[in-house]
């Protein structure tokens, strides 16, 4: 590990990591770690960033949705990565590779009832443990940058927002998780999901996704502009949209945010 003190823009790191291609920096409190890496400039040889903070003031979800965190007590962290050998027609494999290496490393703190609420949320049973803002950058019809802005509910226990189900590795496991080695575990499977999909493991991401997918057998309860109907999922086709199906066998169509899951 090499200790570097250095001003990023307006924050200064506490440490920066560097092993084989991923770098990590470190910081006691930023804006917005996705913001950060849109500003941020890697070195030539360097192919993942990871940045990680103890504190945002502005943390954000999807939409105008903000992520609430107790400072110091959770995960907030963005990773950026390149991405270029995939075609834009298929950028939703990235949302699907993000989201199977946070089930797959927290799996192995909670066994059961990890799933993948669509489009790339984590949940445990029917409460949300982790969410995640994804931004692309195209350029000449491939993406060019990614970053995947990550808040996953460790160590707090109370939450007092108006978010309607959070849950975190705390309160499920009753006792405080290590989130330095829980990290290093995400980093680990955000690798080999990432290496997976340089090789063109396309159907193998998209089939692993599937099968992880929060309320992928049976009628659930959703809601969209005509009202609440209970609708089973189909799949998820290869550019994002959900494909549900009604109890009068009727095929239903949704973009993000077109759908509301009824919890």
Known sequence: MKIIDAVLGLFKPS???????VKVIRLPEVDSTNNFLRNY????????????????????????NTWE???????????????IMLPVRSQFLLSEAGA?????????????????????D???????LSGTLIETKLSGGHIKDCIFGVGLNVNQSTFVSDAPNPVSLCQILGHEVDKEELLKQIIAKFQECYHLLELGGYNDISAMYHDALYRKGG???YRDTDGEFEGAIVEVEDDGHLILRDRSGMIREYQFKEVEFIV
Do not use: C
């Open 122 to 128: 984590i949940y445990w049973k029917d409460k949300k």
């Open 41 to 64: 400039t890697p070195a030539e040889d360097e192919l993942m960033t990871v940045v990680v903070a103890e504190h945002q003031t502005s943390g954000r979800g999807q939409g105008t």
């Open 69 to 83: 965190s107790e400072s110091g007590k959770n995960l907030l962290f963005s990773i950026l990565v390149h991405p």
């Open 219 to 221: 009628f659930h309860q």
């Open 100 to 120: 199977l290496a946070l089930k797959e490393a927290l799996t192995s703190y909670v066994a059961d009832d990890i799933r993948l609420k669509w489009p790339n």
């Open 15 to 21: 440490v920066v990591e560097k092993k084989q291609e």
